[in-house]
């Protein structure tokens, strides 16, 4: 059997021997899609023109032909009368917006054909701000009569008590960008309904809930669509999920062609119309007594979500209900959350879901606190941090804190301490250069979502249903040559889980990790559940627990085939063989077992469950449905602290980032490697977000950053230079069968904060305006 790589996905990948959705082979007679665009932000759709495309060849679908095969909008996590279709029906209501489909025998004909789509605009006055949307003397939505999709107001513990008691109160605006996560390949689809089946591949990312989404608009059963991912991703983070509409529209142009049709998105199309992460306005407010024990804290959150509240938002302010009181013992915690609407492009997952916005303005309110007291801001930290976790379940101690999150017991200080060495040496260092700026951001990251948390846009009196979605489905089976294979519903986009489910499977079952086959790609087809797919870092709490469950029971199966064929009821079990305990000589093998299997069945005992494969369904114990307004929002929670060493040039103003530390627990550390790639992809993408990257609209909403030249993002310039240091802790956690948290996003949920808190250590304040640039620091530095 040939050797394991160390990496197999790697491997693919630097050999060219990937698999990615422009790689998958288009069915004869295949046609190209190419979608006509909303050139305006927001403006009424008076008459669309499709004669020109048909007479130069082509094929082309308004709103009235595909109203026929979409009749249905998306369902919405908003109570709230708005109707979220794939394409503009009578007013487009952001640049980008899709309005027609034109179909070609060639990708490039089909482009050249959109210059024969001829559509009539009422051009509106477009609602760009935060401030217009509120003002509301225009609306995105009519029927909706104002500009809010979403008002909820949620209390926890004696809020009004605490602050008006409290003898320090500190207040704070803050500002958190639109932004794209940018991964490298673009949204691709290839629909095909034929035979009553509606087949789609696309290099969707999940979870399997948008099979839902997408059949419900088309009309159809849930059973007749067969979603199909590629054996690769080209990157997502979350922004992938997004995909469902695009999925929608080439699926309606298949249907109305009887062809199948093709789609992959180019980058313009990417940056105007594919998903973006939110902007957020918010409101800080942090209650303390003099000595800096903090008391409560109060929340206000405007959240711009775009054209329209596009499903899974706005679960962007929920995903961390269940630990908005951050790594502090506070037990009065005030949230106001508004969802406004606007003509800009329509929001939805990005890496870090809700959090880098959250501990952004949370992170910086508790160091501006430190400020106002004079109290260092680490020492400040370390004193309020969480240290009794009182509540048993099972085996394990938890606080849970007021707003209804399980955190399992980890030693808080121990991993905060950690980067105190560096802080005070770099405290020493800032005597000599005043240019050099130390802060830091202290985190408890939730991993594994439990998509319950959405119920929290509707008051509790009007939720129809209760949900607690956050289990996977992983199936262990072995093949005629012994071989052992793994499927999981979900999708490759570079992080390892491959590798990682191989060596996990090869250690429960005691063989080489080479025997071990990984399928981990979309496939409805196969076993799936709704809250399957690759997101929120549920990889290694919830999928490698249930790969390791479903490898016992495969033991299991094996265990009772092998004591019949050594015909002895008590076998051992060591390196993949099984043997007859009062005979140790007397063996037999896994592949002897699947050839004994898959050979001669019949020479097996009479009602043996001789079948060698296992579908296991694990659920975390502790994700249950909303409780009221209180929910444990992830199946997991995990603490780190970050510390940011910058060096402003005072006559650039560009920050120059000198040394970063984070120090973490992630319980069970699965693979190291891996581990500290994903700490150093978040920091990466967090400095992107703090330092550069910000979608932007002119006064009529017109996207000014269409392209990559425009769109800032770091270069490996800004990494060289850059010291960096992870320290990890493993306290593996016992509720959980994997033992490990999630490690994917936590890095970039510290970053902003340390970023501007090291930065307000030179300049005396803090900017809460991002991203950090140059004229915004000079400003703030001349006052």
């Known amino acids: 059997m040939s050797k394991l790589p160390h990496y197999r996905e790697g491997l693919r990948a630097v050999t060219g021997s990937g698999e990615y959705i422009d790689d998958i082979p288009t069915p004869p007679g295949t046609l190209y899609m190419a979608i006509y665009r909303s050139p305006y932000a927001h403006a009424r759709i008076l008459k669309v023109d499709l004669s020109g495309v ?404 509707i008051e509790p009196s009007r939720r129809k249903y209760p949900h607690s979605g956050s289990g996977s489905y992983v199936t262990i089976s072995v093949d005629m040559s012994g071989y052992i294979r793994v499927f999981v519903n979900g999708s490759n986009e570079g992080l390892g889980h491959e590798t990682t489910l191989a060596e996990v499977v090869a250690s429960e079952l005691g063989v080489d990790p080479s025997i071990i086959i990984v399928e981990n790609r979309v496939d409805t087809t196969r076993t799936w559940a709704l809250s399957d797919g690759s997101y929120s870092s549920r990889f290694a709490p919830i999928v490698v627990s249930a790969a390791i469950l479903a490898a016992r029971q495969l033991r299991e199966k094996l265990t009772r085939v092998a004591m019949a064929i050594l015909g002895t009821d008590k076998v051992g079990y060591e390196n993949g063989q099984f043997y007859d305990v009062n005979n140790p000589s007397r063996r037999v093998d896994i592949r002897r077992i699947a050839s004994s299997v898959n050979w001669d069945p019949g020479s097996l005992p009479e009602g043996l469950d001789a079948s060698l494969s296992a579908t296991v369904f694990y659920q975390p114990p502790t994700v249950k449905a909303a409780d009221g307004d209180k929910i444990n929002s992830s199946a997991t929670y995990a603490i780190q602290a970050q510390l940011a060493v910058i060096e402003l040039d005072p006559n650039t103003y560009d920050i120059k980032v000198r040394k970063y530390v984070i120090a973490h627990d992630a319980g069970r550390v699965l693979k190291r490697e891996f581990v500290d790639g994903q700490l150093m992809g978040g920091l990466m993408h967090g400095l992107a977000l703090t330092l550069y990257e910000e979608l932007m609209y002119d006064d009529q909403g017109n996207p000014l950053t269409t392209s990559l030249d425009i769109y800032e993002t770091p270069t490996l310039a800004e990494a060289v230079g850059m010291e960096v240091e992870f320290i990890h802790f493993e306290t593996p956690t016992k509720h959980l069968v994997s033992g490990a948290h999630g490690v994917g996003e936590g890095a970039m949920m510290g970053v902003p904060a340390a970023i501007v808190n090291a930065l307000a250590s030179i300049i005396g304040k803090a900017i809460t305006d991002l991203p950090l640039r140059p004229y915004k620091i000079m400003r703030a530095i001349e006052g």
Request: proline share 8%; no cysteine.
């Open 54 to 457: 048909f007479e130069h060849g082509g094929i082309a679908y308004g709103p009235n032909d595909l109203a026929k095969v979409i009749p249905n909008p998306f369902p919405l996590a908003v109570d709230a009368p708005i109707k979220y279709y794939p394409f503009a029906r009578d007013k487009a209501r952001f640049v980008g917006e899709p309005i027609a489909v034109v179909l070609a025998d060639d990708p490039y004909k089909a482009i050249d054909l959109l210059d024969y789509v001829q559509v009539d605009f009422e051009p509106l006055k477009p609602v760009l701000t935060f401030d217009d949307a509120l003002r509301g003397d225009v609306l995105v939505h009519e029927e909706l009569k104002s500009n809010i999709a979403m008002y909820r107001h949620m209390k926890f513990g004696p809020v009004d008590k605490v602050f008006s008691e409290s003898p320090i109160v500190i207040k704070r605006e803050f500002y958190y960008q639109k932004h794209n996560a940018m991964p490298l390949e673009t949204y691709g689809v290839l629909a095909h309904y034929t035979g009553g089946e509606l087949n789609v591949w696309a290099n969707v990312q999940g979870p399997l809930l948008i099979t839902y989404f997408v059949t419900r608009a088309l009309g159809l059963p849930t059973g007749s669509l067969r979603l199909f991912g590629p054996r690769d991703v080209g990157g997502s983070f979350g922004s992938k999920y997004s995909l469902y509409p695009y999925i929608t529209l080439a699926a309606a142009a298949s249907i109305l062609s009887g062809r199948p049709v093709k789609w992959v998105e180019s980058r313009t199309e990417h940056l105007v119309g594919s998903n973006s992460g939110g902007a957020r306005k918010g409101v800080v407010e942090v209650a303390s007594t003099k000595d800096g024990v903090i008391q409560g804290f109060r929340f206000r959150f405007y959240e711009d979500v775009g054209a329209y509240p596009r499903p899974p938002d706005p679960g962007v302010l929920f995903r961390v209900h269940g630990n908005m009181n951050g790594a502090y013992d506070v037990r009065a915690i005030d949230v106001e959350d508004y969802v406004v609407v606007t003509n800009k492009l329509p929001t939805g997952l990005n890496r870090a879901y809700g959090g880098p916005p959250f501990y952004f303005m949370l992170e910086v309110a508790v160091n501006e606190l430190a400020r106002e007291l004079g109290i260092d801001p680490l020492e400040l930290r370390i004193k309020n941090l969480i240290r009794e976790f009182p509540k048993k379940i099972g085996d394990e101690y938890f606080y849970e804190t007021i707003t209804g999150g399980l955190y399992p017991r980890q030693d808080y200080e121990r991993v905060v301490r950690a980067i105190e060495p560096e802080y005070r040496r770099w405290l020493e260092e800032r005597k000599r250069n005043p240019n050099i700026g130390i802060g830091i951001a202290v985190l408890v990251e939730p991993a594994g979502t439990n998509l319950g948390y959405t119920d929290l846009a």
